[in-house]
């Protein structure tokens, strides 16, 4: 039974606060970006998803908001209606938009359900286990309509074991030489899950550097796609030298238009925030990886998404876009003024 408290006089944690806040942000970024989807989509079941998804955004936002206004907190600039366009001509397919939804609802699926056991407050709680079921629908709905088109491309099968074995070799672990053993369920899993991710990504970057107005920007996008590409083909590798399929590139999915429906400071965030992401992801299929070769390739895509992510950041601040999530008190300031 959870005990009854009230609300407002509990602090906010600083657990609550980066949650909340970061949560907010990222919802006025898909906001903006979801409007303009709903703008070009033709396809009626499509439509009814991107508005589905558009309606939850708003829902989410407007929630953290009246907690934000309760706790006296300065609430986010985030993104507003200056960071889209949403009359600019179509960038991306009806298509696209199924995986794009799939692609980010994950990535908020993981900060949700990170929050639920670290937040204190039964409010803020609440609203995180609500939020999460809501997210859960939404991408139940995508895969139905994924499946429904024909665009759903399952994880590859394999056998049912006949028999409960255990390791008794420490080739096991092999992957550069001797006896290679073949990839087990939790690595195919993930890097069938890693390849789903990076190939939406990969036509958003190619959009997004087609669209770009400055020059850093858009080098940095197209390093992006490179480096995408690079794990993309990767992680293929593994999965064909073993006969199993992979998830098939988007890039067809991309318009050529050259007139950007986003700012720059709008795609710089979304990467940024997304490609962040790939850490948790590179890392959750590390963690369950069994050979060694499969380990030396996550530890190389974590240095790439690491390094890519402090150039990203540097560029944000350059041009004054970096909103700084709330932090600790600085003890040796207060204490040298």
């Known amino acids: 039974m959870i005990e009854k408290t009230n609300n407002m006089n509990e602090k906010l944690t600083s657990a609550e606060i980066g949650k909340l806040w970061v949560t907010y942000t990222g919802n006025t970024m898909a906001k903006c970006v979801l409007s303009y989807y709903l703008n070009h989509t033709e396809d009626k079941d499509i439509k009814k998803v ?9 829902t989410i936002i407007e929630n953290i908001k009246n907690i934000f206004i309760q706790e006296n907190f ?30 980010t609802g994950k990535a908020g699926m993981s900060i949700y359900t990170l929050a639920i056991p670290l937040v204190v407050r039964e409010d803020i709680r609440h609203f995180f286990i609500n939020t999460l079921h809501a997210t859960i629908k939404l991408l139940t ?47 195919i899993t993930h890097l069938y899950d890693d390849i ?23 080098k940095f996008l197209l390093r992006g796609k490179e480096i995408t590409n690079k794990h993309i083909e990767a992680c293929a590798q593994k999965l064909h030298k ?22 720059d400071k709008l795609m710089m965030g979304h990467k ?21 070769d499969i380990g030396g390739m996550y530890a190389k895509f974590l240095m790439d998404v690491g390094l890519y992510i402090g150039d990203g950041a540097n560029i944000m601040i350059d041009h004054g876009w970096m909103e700084q999530v709330p932090e600790a008190i600085d003890r040796e300031e207060l204490a040298e003024n």
């Open 50 to 58: 991107v508005a589905d998804a558009l309606n939850l955004t708003k």
């Open 74 to 103: 300065p609430l986010p600039i985030g993104f507003t209606e200056e960071d889209v366009n949403l009359n600019a001509p179509r960038l991306f397919s009806d298509k696209f938009y199924l995986h794009y939804l799939k692609y």
């Open 141 to 187: 709905e995508v895969n139905d309509v994924l499946k429904q088109k024909g665009f759903l491309i399952k994880p590859p099968s394999i056998p049912i074991p006949k028999r409960v074995d255990f390791i008794t070799k420490q080739n096991y672990l092999n992957g550069f030489f001797g006896n290679v053993r073949p990839l087990h369920a939790l690595e």
């Open 196 to 218: 789903e991710n990076d190939v939406t990504s990969k036509a958003l970057l190619i959009g997004f550097s087609q669209v770009a107005k400055k020059e850093d920007v858009r």
């Open 242 to 263: 073993e006969n199993l399929p992979a998830p098939t590139l988007l890039d067809d999915l991309v318009s050529p238009s050259t007139f950007s429906p986003f700012s």
């Open 272 to 292: 940024i925030d997304m490609f962040s992401m790939k850490i948790r992801s590179y890392a959750n299929g590390a963690s369950l990886n069994g050979r060694r």
